[in-house]
């Protein structure tokens, strides 16, 4: 497809690039009302649309925030995306969404994607507490604008934006202990996902509040999916296991 530029309005009205570009840009200190007019005519009737990355390239910026997910099938992943793009577009910025599908490896291709493709910061939510910090180290030591957010790298001196899993996790089994369970699994996250460390450890000191024994066997690696899962709990089923809740690190 080819796209209508300003030399094809020029040559179409016979007038000079520049006086298309300052009619289109509503200069009218050096060019006509009337000149505006007919240039502003002629782009709609031949379906000019402005370049924005030339824009963007003048003014050394491309007004661009890239943002990188794990996975986009929880409503969380939806909504961030969604308040993020509600926020930056009113100040002339959009938005570019990358998903990792959980793999470090893919994770990292979008890094590059995302670098090569000049954008003017990232949003990430990671998919490995360890896989590829080199990488994020570097973008932090070049001052490149990253904020984490949800899932963080420990330790790594960056911005992030995120709840306290530890004490949100405390609460829910709380809620459970106090609804008259007693014998909860925890199904639990990977242990290279951050916020999983710490979802498992709210578990922990909710049952040592109400002194409830911690029983190994009910914790549970339960992976990231919906046959990871599935696979967990027929688990505990085949092995004869009593349980009477099951606080999950994620929906799926």
Known sequence: MRYVTIKDIADALGISKSSVSRALAGDMRNVSPSTIERVRAKALEMGYRRNMTAVNLRAKANKIIGIIVPEITTPFSMEFVTTVQEAVQPLGYRVLIAVSSEDPSRERQNLDMFENGRVDGLLVSVTHNVANRDHFE????????????????????????????????????????????????????????????????????????????????????????????????????????DFDAIYCFTET
């Open 138 to 241: 570097n973008l932090v030591k070049s001052n490149f604008p990253i904020v984490f957010f949800d899932r963080t790298i420990r330790d790594l001196q960056c911005s992030s934006v995120c709840s306290n899993d530890g004490l949100m996790s405390f609460f829910l089994v709380e809620h459970l202990i106090r609804s008259g369970r007693r014998r909860i699994v925890n199904l639990a996250g990977p242990s290279y996902i951050e916020n999983s460390r710490a979802r498992s450890q709210g578990y922990r000191e909710a049952l040592e509040k109400f002194h409830i024994p911690l029983d190994r066997r009910l914790i549970v690696s339960g992976g990231m999916s919906v046959e990871d899962g599935a696979v967990a709990v027929e688990r505990l089923l085949d092995g004869g296991i």
